[in-house]
T-cell receptor
């Protein structure tokens, strides 16, 4: 039978195009959000973060947008490259030493 | 660049056996975590550790689990009597200040047969 959880949402993009990965977070009290990239067989790798007092933050080729009204987070990757192929997770947490709560993940597949 | 390391990369054990997963966090970090990821699913929090004691744990982290920082560099996760459902990737993470900047190790794949 089919196992729940083995089928991640998948986004396929052409090399050079922009990618947008979305995430709905769960806790309205969360005030810090992180995007992680996970390549096959590796641990999550920090990409970019944003605090709740901001609605946009830019890094190198990546931008994170935060919409607290609808509890939505997005990651934009400009000029997507084959090396960007991975599973992307959003994570949320509250102030203080609280654990990260990860979203379900999206698999990004870059077509060369 | 400093990184979190974990050993072994793959551990196979029989149901009911004890396993110890080892982690060396980044040296100046103060907060330590264990997470697990069942194949194809999201990463789940197990436990956080600060100042030589558990600061928070999830409902997954039952009496079969324990953590220890036996010396100034290692951070271990022990599962006393493994079950089939403990099969997963186990990730150690460390942070310099708060939960905000967590750096993950490469993981240990635990297979319980």
């Amino acid at each position: 039978g089919e196992s729940v959880g083995l089928h991640l949402p998948t986004l396929s993009v052409q090399e050079g195009d922009n990618s947008i990965i979305n995430c709905a977070y769960s806790n309205s009290a969360s005030d810090y959000f992180i995007w992680y990239k996970q390549e096959s067989g590796k641990g999550p790798q920090f990409i970019i973060d944003i605090r709740s007092n901001m609605d946009k933050r830019q890094g190198q080729r990546v931008t994170v947008l935060l919409n607290k009204t609808v509890k939505h987070l997005s990651l934009q990757i400009a000029a997507t490259q084959p090396g960007d192929s991975a599973v992307y997770f959003c994570a949320e947490t509250r102030s203080g030493n609280t654990p990260l709560v990860f979203g379900k993940g999206t698999r990004l597949s870059v077509i060369a | 660049e400093p990184e979190v390391t974990q050993t072994p990369s793959h551990q196979v054990t029989q149901m009911g056996q004890e396993v110890i997963l080892r982690c060396v966090p980044i040296s100046n970090h103060l907060y330590f975590y264990w997470y697990r990821q069942i194949l194809g699913q999201k990463v789940e929090f197990l436990v956080s550790f600060y100042n030589n004691e558990i600061s928070e744990k999830s409902e997954i982290f039952d009496d079969q689990f324990s953590v220890e920082r036996p010396d100034g560099s290692n951070f271990t996760l022990k599962i006393r009597s493994t079950k089939l459902e403990d099969s997963a990737m186990y990730f150690c993470a460390s942070s310099p200040r708060t939960a905000y900047e967590q750096y993950f190790g490469p993981g240990t794949r635990l297979t319980v047969t």
